[in-house]
């Protein structure tokens, strides 16, 4: 067995299969992030981060997918990254708008 795993290190399945362990752990880690925000706020709190790692997560996973040439794997992956992107636009709509709100107050 490890000697079959072994052969395999130079190959381009193989770095593929690195790729998609690499956008796992960001995808997971998009929680992580999100659970010691929500622990450090006393609130349920989802942070810039939690998206950006959603979409760097989600952008490797597909690539993988599309590698892999799975569609369930890329139907489940790429249209999250519009909706991940969508909610950084929202996030940076309604930062301007509170940053306009004080700067009218003053």
Known sequence: MWMSFYSMLGTTEFRWIIIGF???????????????????????????????????????LSAYAIYRKDPV????????????????VIMRNQERKLALEAAQER
């Open 22 to 60: 690499f956008g796992q752990l960001m995808f997971t880690g998009r929680f992580v992030i999100q659970w010691i925000a929500s622990e450090r706020a006393k609130k349920s709190v989802v942070t810039r981060s939690f998206w950006t790692f959603s979409i760097l997560g989600s952008s490797v």
């Open 73 to 88: 794997f890329i139907v489940g992956q790429v249209p999250g990254i519009l909706i991940y992107i969508r909610n950084l």
